[in-house]
């Protein structure tokens, strides 16, 4: 039988996108504002079914109604608050235009501006915040944690067991959406950590325990959306990540300006400027690739730009301020809609909207929700603050009826977290209500269901049951991992028993206040019988600003054959890595430009060479890599979309030559 595959769908061209747009919106569509604080705003177009229309790109344009003036705009739509009063801003593209409203107040007005129910209500101030980064209260994943990378690359290991076991904190990542674009890909994860409650000592002798200390959005214990700068005090700032994992930090504050950065290994360097009432209302964070963050009031990331000049637009509603995201437009001008319930006591997001395979809009996520009251029994500690709220119930994908539920009556602990994850197929959703499907996969972890006696921590969970279906036995069959943990002991110690009685037992340093501690120094997995199948051991190093930096790992096989590799460092990039063990190893080394070019834009690792030689004679190369930076002049691209051009522009890596190579084609490829 001969046939033939039909042909590939039209590719719609620019000039017929552009001919669907029928309408323009902006958001924020109206906000109030203080003098000196930075906006985002975007534009999107709308064709006759009220289909985002992607690719169009905007001019902008900012009037003062009083003055009848305009007033400076950037072109991405940042606007920097000039003065009190009222202004529009315009956004036009193929004849047409789409405008929002800003009243801005006057200095001596005392009106609070809010952020809903994650705005100002947070709870690591001055006298709580060094317990975000003890190593028991972990959520997220600590850089020290992650292997090494090069050049987007892991050229190491990281722990053998999850990173977060000593902390009784496991984390559910449902994915949203995931899509390629013009230099930054376009990703979004709802994520769930299970460790919620924290406790501290302040002042001296008096014990507190609080409950969801990040003030979780949109549910206690979720975070969705981008990293986000935290207000400690009026006096500090704290950079947390989409996933929750909290940066440790040191900066100075000087005249309501504060500049600092991380002291964890990742080098990005931030700053934020507080209001006269104390609240962030402008900020930028510099990641080590090149990347730029900009942060709104309260916070809340606005814009996201490569080191090329592509970014991306995260613009807020109901207050125009986090962290009810209204829209996020990526690199290509695709838009992803957030929908809200307004019904509650809360606002709840309850669908994120985005652009279909090849036209029109469809429904990504939809949420769900429950009411949640907190029971607990702290016995002497002192508990608050205790930020609630309502607690989701399900997650549920309508392109494929599966998703998340949480609706039953143990999937709760009476203390707040999450004992029961269920991943279900068959879920359906009736014009009102989210209905629960078949079970896929369940995992149970034992958190008190009630008060029970008092407890001095937070409440952890010893036993993970898990369950699926189609699962080989009996249909009561269960997979069960057990959780022995001594966060207070000289070395703090994690034994993990796996359902095939496998122990893996983690070491970790117990040094209160300085670098190491809480960092993995041996890691073992041994069997019913005690033999060892594998360990890890690992010695470390002070590095820049603070951070922890492997000196050297040996890894030891069932087999009692040791191998060992040695890093020297390049701020927090391997600069070299020497394989020691029986036998014909290897020497690779690591070469990065100096050039105060990329210096200058916070690029700390602009890979430039990579050579591997034979360990016995390391004058005998075997490889060698070499990249050339910006070697081409670029091509400008005038009427593209979500683009701010930079200058000098820099287009990284442009070419590479190798001779023979060791590695896997592509490895360390850009």
């Known amino acids: 039988m001969v046939g033939q595959l039909p042909p590939p769908p039209h590719q719609e061209t620019q000039e017929e996108r552009n001919a669907r747009v029928l309408r323009i919106e902006v958001s924020p569509k109206e906000v109030t504002a203080r003098i000196g604080e930075a906006i985002q705003f975007s534009a999107t177009g709308y064709d006759g079914q009220g289909n985002s229309v992607g690719g169009v790109a905007f001019q902008w344009r900012a009037t003062a109604r009083s003055a009848l003036a305009d007033v400076p705009i950037d072109a991405t739509g940042k606007w920097r608050v000039p003065f009190a009063g009222q202004f529009e801003i315009q ?206 009031r309260f916070g809340y990331a606005t814009k996201i730009t490569d080191a090329q000049g592509n970014f991306l637009t995260i613009t807020y509603t109901i207050t125009g301020y986090g962290p009810y995201i209204d829209r996020v437009v990526d690199t290509l001008g695709r838009t992803f809609q957030f929908v809200y319930d307004q019904s509650h006591t809360y606002v709840e997001l309850a669908e994120i909207r985005g652009p279909d395979v090849v036209t029109g809009t469809r429904s990504l996520m939809r949420l769900q929700y429950r009411d949640m009251n907190l029971l607990y029994n702290f016995g002497t500690l002192t508990v608050g603050p205790a930020y609630g709220g309502r607690a989701l119930e399900a997650i549920y994908y309508p392109a494929t009826s599966t998703g998340y539920w949480f609706g039953d009556t143990d999937s709760y602990s009476s203390y707040g977290m999450l004992a029961k994850v269920v991943q279900q197929r068959g879920m359906g959703f009736d014009g009102t209500l989210i209905t629960r499907g078949t079970d896929t996969y369940k995992r149970s972890y034992d958190y008190p269901l009630t008060p029970g006696g008092p407890l001095s921590d937070a409440p952890t969970f010893q036993n993970l049951t898990e369950t699926w279906a189609s699962m080989d036995g009996s249909p009561n069959m269960t997979a069960t991992t057990g959780y022995d943990v001594q966060t207070d002991a000289t070395h703090r110690t994690v034994i993990i028993t796996l359902p095939n009685l496998n122990k893996v037992q983690q070491l970790s340093f117990n040094h209160p206040g300085l670098y190491d501690d809480g960092l993995v120094y041996q890691e073992e997995e041994r069997n019913a019988a005690n033999a060892l199948l594998r360990g890890v051991y690992t010695t470390w190093m002070l590095g820049l600003s603070n951070s922890a930096l492997r000196q050297s790992v040996t890894t030891v096989d069932d087999a009692l054959l040791p191998y060992r590799i040695d890093y020297t460092w390049h701020w927090g990039a391997p600069a070299s890595m020497d394989y020691i063990a029986i036998g014909e190893f290897r020497y690779v080394s690591f070469t990065y430009s100096d050039d105060v070019f990329y210096g200058s834009r916070h690029i700390l690792y602009p890979l430039t060479g990579v050579e591997i030689f034979k360990r016995a004679d390391r004058s005998v190369r075997v490889s060698k890599t070499d990249y050339v930076l910006d070697g081409a002049p670029l091509v400008g691209c005038p009427g593209i979309t979500q683009y701010q051009p930079i200058d000098p522009p820099s287009s990284m890596i442009t070419s590479k030559a190798a001779s023979r190579d060791l590695l896997k084609p592509g490895q360390l490829e850009c």
């Not at 890909?185 to 200390?213: A, C, M, Q, V």
């Not at 507080?274 to 962030?280: K, L, R, S, V």
């Open 91 to 296: 956004a036009e593209a193929v004849g047409l235009t789409g405008s929002s409203t800003v009243n801005v107040l006057d200095p001596d007005d005392s009106s609070p501006l809010t952020g809903g129910s994650d705005g100002t209500l947070e709870g690591w101030t001055s006298n709580n915040v060094s317990a975000a980064f003890r190593p028991n209260n972990l959520v997220g994943h600590h850089r020290a944690h992650r292997p090494p990378e090069v050049n987007g690359n892991s050229v190491g290991q990281g722990p053998m067991a999850d990173e977060a076991a000593g902390s009784a904190n496991f984390q559910i990542v449902a994915p949203v959406v995931d899509l390629p674009g013009r230099g930054l890909n376009t990703h979004l994860d709802l994520t769930y950590n299970s460790r919620l409650w924290s406790k501290w000592e302040y002042p001296s002798g008096t014990f507190n325990i609080g409950y969801n200390l990040d003030n979780g959005w949109p549910a206690p214990g979720w975070r969705l959306g981008f990293v986000r700068l935290l207000d400690i005090s009026a006096s500090e700032v704290m950079l947390v990540e989409a996933d929750g994992t909290r940066h440790p930090y040191q900066g100075l504050l000087s005249s309501r300006f504060w500049a600092g950065g991380t002291t964890d290994g990742g080098f990005i360097a931030y700053n934020a400027t507080f209001d006269i009432y104390g609240y962030i209302d402008y900020g930028q964070a510099q990641y080590p690739d090149g990347t730029v963050v900009d942060f709104g």
